[in-house]
């Protein structure tokens, strides 16, 4: 059973960056697909992008490209996501969660889980 | 990028039937998933597919579509129901997209 833990809370001045860890256990490391998705205070989920280690190549949601970064640490089990630039609106609980699908006689649902526990990142001068 | 619109918010009486809904292009080809959250949580799976539910999910709750409107019906709500409802799909590019969420609050 895959379980994600993710690195403790974190403050960040206007203009820096940070980097937030989603330590994996009990998956299958390579194949598992995580994404990452973010929650500004009493705002909705939102998704920045996500990897497969198997593949490599992460993908970024068009807001969040340049400023984001997805990578995963095959020798540790830990994928990380950074993002520069960081300004007051990128104050959000940030998740990391195994993305994947499934088929209902060829249509597809799109599945987020198991999450980790999310990551506050606060941006404050 | 295709857009999931939810009501901001439902209520219902305890014990009541609540159908919570999300309209988008995208659901025309794809199932919307559905996520519970509770203050302070991280989501929950609670429909997935047509109309699938987690093991651990009551079966109160259920899920259906049709045309770009996917529903969660809650049958009999109760207080431990009360929290914010999401769904989420799968955009032409190829991005996920999550719905506004709606706050379900149980009277």
């Known amino acids: 059973q895959l379980q994600l833990v993710q690195s403790g809370a974190e403050v960040r001045k206007p203009g820096s960056s940070v980097k937030v860890s989603c330590k994996a256990s009990?998956?299958?490391?390579?194949?598992?697909?995580i994404s990452w998705v973010r929650q500004a205070p009493g705002q909705g989920l939102e998704w920045m992008g996500g990897?497969?280690?198997?593949?490599?190549?992460?993908s970024y949601a068009q807001k969040f490209q340049g400023r984001v970064t997805i990578i995963a640490d095959d020798s540790t089990s830990t994928f990380y996501m950074e993002l520069s630039s960081l300004r007051s609106e990128d104050t959000a609980v940030y998740y990391c969660?195994?993305?994947?699908?499934?088929?209902?006689?060829?249509?597809?649902?799109?599945?987020?889980?198991?999450w980790g526990q999310g990551t506050l990142v606060t941006v404050s001068s | 990028s295709s857009e999931l619109t939810q009501d901001p918010a439902v209520a219902v009486a305890l014990g009541q039937t609540v159908r919570v809904t999300c309209q988008g292009d995208?659901?025309?080809?794809?199932?919307a998933t559905w996520y519970q959250q509770k203050p302070g949580q991280a989501p929950v799976v609670v429909i997935y597919?047509?109309?699938h539910r987690p093991s651990g999910i009551p079966d109160r709750f259920s899920g259906s579509s049709s045309g770009n409107i996917g529903s969660l019906t809650i049958t009999g709500a109760q207080t431990e129901d009360e929290a914010d409802y999401y769904c989420?799909?799968?955009?032409?590019?190829?991005?996920?997209?999550f719905g506004g969420g709606t706050k379900l609050t149980v009277l």
């Open positions: 969660a195994k993305d994947g699908y499934y088929s209902d006689r060829g249509r597809y649902s799109w599945v987020f889980d198991p």
């Open positions: 597919g047509e109309d």
């Open positions: 009990g998956g299958t490391f390579s194949s598992d697909s």
């Open positions: 990897i497969i280690p198997l593949f490599g190549t992460p």
């Open positions: 989420v799909s799968r955009d032409n590019s190829g991005d996920w997209v």
């Open positions: 995208s659901l025309r080809k794809y199932y």
